[in-house]
């Protein structure tokens, strides 16, 4: 661990009614500061509602080695005045990522009873800004299966459990939209940060490719893997991503700390897609988007709609990518195929059929992918695209309802969201109102790669200005 990140970030006092689960990271942190509430007292108080808790649907798997003794030793830098930056911020921790002493399963039979060793890059960073690893996240089995995960079973949607988070980082779209943690860590390869994001009324940022390691988390495509934290506001992805960072990075700490105390969005230039991500998505969902936009002209923003992108072929390109790294990593566990969850052997029989030229097409065509929207984007700062097409799909029929029309999810899910993996471009996706049936939409905000800040800087001048990120489930009694 580097050095260079800052021993101690000010985090101004605000008056807060110290209820745990109804404040967000930034406010929980200044709880701290303010002597409302300590560590100890907050994360006993989050133990305590998970074990209760009825709308999590199993997206707590278990809790994290040492998470007390860590709650103590924060609890004690806050009164002794050295505190880090993050001190005492519980995060769940998506079940592919490693935690030191900490059974980590990637929700499959065939990990056994694997205790992690040491923890992965991201979870280390955090540990040294003092923030503390408090539970394990359902995940679909290896970031690829289906919601019906065989070993742990199916994570409901906070918001109806009828319907799904979204997957793969089920757990962590669960437990924020529930209000049983206010930070957690996901994975994104075709959309799966974004995509609980979305469905659950979170917020959630696919960073810009290799921003974070992937060191310590379980592969799943090496070509398109990204790590990234998920929480119920962008205030809160600024707070923590200079300290996820890979390599300790000046310019982005000093960024995301300047938006906390402003985010002025004069003369930022947005542009709006004409085809493709506007194409499969209901009505609802589509008014939203056009009603984000006029809030952020309102803001100061300019719009300009872009050309017509080709985006499809860079679409299937992106799943060849994953489905052939996929069979890479799995292909050896066939001869066992009954253990696998049924999505994921689905996709790894795609997977093993595609041929090498088709995956080398693929990869050579990446560039071509990235340069379009480069240069579709020369003279705009961002893309602003509707989230997922519908609502939460629902967990009998594994389909999306679009305008009326029920749609499988595998023609939905990915659609918008795939291809910023594959570029490898920054893309924040954000709760944008409700739809026809009370459940979250979302939009995306999408960057050139290395403009985390300023997707995030537009994130939390749109939510300044809204309050759809405040909408949280009705409360529940069975």
């Known amino acids: ?51 209760a808790d009825n709308k999590g649907q199993g997206a707590v798997l278990r809790f994290a080695s040492g998470w007390q003794t860590a709650a ?29 002493g900490t059974l980590t399963t990637s929700g499959s039979w065939f990990t056994g009873d694997r205790i992690a060793q040491t923890d992965a890059d991201v979870v280390a960073r955090l540990r040294q800004a003092g923030a503390i690893p408090f539970a394990m996240l359902a995940t679909t ?50 959309g799966s940060i974004r995509v609980p994001s979305c469905w659950c009324g979170t917020t959630g940022l696919k960073p810009s490719r290799e921003l974070v390691s992937r060191k310590g988390v379980a592969p799943l495509s090496w070509t398109l893997d990204h790590v990234g934290p998920m929480t119920r506001s962008a205030r809160d992805i600024a707070r923590v991503l200079p300290f996820m960072a890979a390599s300790p990075d000046v310019d982005l700490i000093a960024g995301c ?24 998505v209901d009505a609802t969902v589509l008014d939203n988007w056009r009603a984000a936009l006029e809030v952020l002209q309102s803001l100061g923003c300019t719009v300009k709609p872009l050309p017509v992108l080709p985006v499809e072929t860079f679409h299937r390109d992106g799943w060849t990518v994953l489905l052939s790294e996929l069979a890479a990593h799995q292909s050896e566990r066939l001869p066992r195929a009954e253990l696998f969850d049924r999505g994921l052997l689905a996709r790894l029989n795609q997977g093993i059929t595609i041929l090498a030229a088709d995956y080398g097409r693929a990869l050579q065509r990446r560039k071509a992918a990235q340069d379009m929207f480069l240069d579709a984007m020369t003279d705009i700062d961002l893309l602003l695209t509707p989230g997922l097409g519908g609502e939460a799909g629902a967990l009998d029929t ?14 939905i899910i990915s659609r918008n969201t795939m291809i910023f993996d594959h570029t490898g471009f920054p893309a924040l996706m954000l709760p944008s ?28 001048a749109f939510q300044q200005a809204t309050s759809h990120h405040l909408n949280a489930p009705a409360q529940r009694t069975s």
């Open 141 to 190: 089995e290896f970031a690829c299966g289906s919601p019906h995960n065989p070993r742990f079973g199916t994570v409901g949607n906070p918001f109806d459990p009828s319907r799904w988070t979204g997957g793969s980082s089920t757990g962590s779209g669960a437990v924020l939209a529930a209000r049983l943690m206010p930070f957690a860590l996901g994975t994104d390869t075709g």
């Open 433 to 460: 109102g409700l739809g026809r049936s009370g459940l979250p939409t979302g939009i995306q905000i999408v960057g050139r790669p290395g403009a985390d800040a300023l997707c995030l800087k537009a994130g939390i």
């Open 1 to 51: 661990m580097s050095a260079d990140l800052p021993s101690h970030v000010e985090i101004r006092p605000q008056p807060l009614v110290c209820d745990v689960a109804s404040v967000d990271a930034t406010d929980l942190l200044s709880a701290y500061a303010d002597g409302a509430l300590t560590p100890v007292e907050a994360l006993a108080d989050l133990h305590r509602r998970i074990e």
């Open 72 to 100: 103590e030793e924060s609890a004690a830098r806050w009164k002794s005045g050295q505190a880090r930056p993050l001190e005492g911020l519980p995060f769940g921790v998506k079940d592919i990522i490693d935690v030191d």
């Open 398 to 411: 594994l389909t999306v309802e679009v305008d009326g029309h029920a749609v499988l999810f595998q023609d």
């Open 257 to 280: 700390m300047a938006l906390l105390a402003e985010a002025d969005l004069t003369g930022l230039r947005i542009g709006v897609p004409v085809n493709w991500f506007t194409e499969l």
